[in-house]
């Protein structure tokens, strides 16, 4: 199985923060990785796919980038909206395997 | 509007059995791969399994923890998709959702759509 390891598992940041979330495979997945967003009580929501691709009607304040074993998630300005926790995901091949996630906390 | 909705969630006993359903409005069913995922309570995601379309002969995928308990399966003309789910464990305890997979630009399948989840709860 792929692992999927997410650093940090939680930070602390203010309003207007540039955030930086990675994500590292135990092996090459090309760039078949998803970023999702979950807020408290909530479905995942789909931020980014193929690595670094918008998914539709995501604000372009988000960003992806990677490929291969080590990836990015940026948020280029964080807004109230924002404070959630975040799983990237790899489905190049079975099982698909997640990221043990990271927590964005307001400072 | 793509939609998805689960139902089903219940409290069951160990060994029990439970059926979840989702089902999708929005979009053309028989088109898509459909997926379950799960969460238990405090934890992150976990994949339990994959649906294919008619196209790929309805085939499945499980997660190693719930191969051979958990069966997927689908009524494309009702529009749903179906989570069987025997000989349940304490551990199977989890908000589960489905998700629309859909394809990237390299014909790889990733969920691009979710439920809001249905809660199974397994005690005795």
């Known amino acids: 199985d792929i692992q999927m390891t997410q650093s940090p598992s939680s930070l602390s940041a203010s309003v207007g923060d540039r955030v930086t979330i990675t994500c590292r495979a135990s092996q090459d997945i090309s760039n078949c990785l998803a970023w999702f967003q979950q807020k408290p009580g909530k479905a995942p929501k789909s931020l980014i796919y193929?690595?670094?691709s918008l998914q539709s009607g995501v604000p372009s304040k988000f960003s992806g980038s990677g490929s291969g074993a080590d990836f990015t998630l940026t948020i280029s300005s964080l807004q109230p909206e924002d404070f959630a926790t975040y799983y990237c995901q790899q489905y190049k091949s079975y099982p698909l395997t997640f990221g043990g996630g990271t927590k964005v906390e307001i400072k | 509007e793509v939609q998805l909705v689960e139902s089903g969630g219940s409290l069951v006993q160990p060994g029990g059995s439970l059926r979840l359903s989702c089902a999708v409005s929005g979009f053309r069913f028989i088109d898509h791969y459909m997926d379950w995922v799960r969460q238990a309570p405090g934890k992150g995601l976990e994949w339990v399994g994959r649906g294919r379309n008619k196209a790929n002969s309805y085939t499945t995928e499980y997660g190693a923890s719930v191969k051979g308990r958990f069966t997927i399966s689908r009524d494309d003309s009702k529009n749903s998709l179906y989570l069987q789910m025997n000989s349940l464990k304490t551990e199977d305890t989890a908000v589960y959702y489905c998700a629309r997979g859909v394809l990237d630009y390299n014909n790889y399948v990733w969920f691009d759509s979710w439920g809001q989840g249905t809660l199974v709860t397994v005690s005795s």
């Open positions: 193929a690595a670094s």
